[in-house]
C-alpha cells in the first residue's frame, strides 16, 4: 500500500470521528479518514473528468453564439 504519513486534526475532530466509527466497519480513526479522504478525491477527479470547457472556452463559445445572435 505504499509508504504512510501522519496528519494531524484536533482533538474534537478525532473524538468526533471516534464517536461516528463505532460499528461502522472501521478499525481505527485512521481507517475512516484515510476512506473519506479517498471518497473526496475520487468525487472531485470526477467533476474534473465532466468538465467539457474550460471557462476560457466556454466563455468564447458564448462569445460566438452571442455574434451568430442565438444567444443576448
Do not use: N, W
Not at 468526533?16 to 471518497?39: C, H, M, N
Request: proline content about 1%; charged content about 45%; overall charge negative.
Amino acid at each position: 500500500m505504499g509508504e504512510k504519513y501522519s496528519v494531524e486534526i484536533p482533538e474534537d475532530v478525532y473524538k468526533k470521528i471516534e464517536g461516528r466509527i463505532e460499528g461502522a466497519g472501521f478499525d481505527s480513526v485512521s481507517d475512516y479518514v484515510t476512506y473519506v479522504l479517498r471518497e473526496v478525491l475520487a468525487s472531485l477527479e470526477e467533476e474534473e473528468e465532466e468538465q467539457v470547457f474550460s471557462e476560457e472556452e466556454e466563455e468564447k463559445v458564448k462569445e460566438r453564439l452571442r455574434a451568430l445572435g442565438y444567444i443576448d
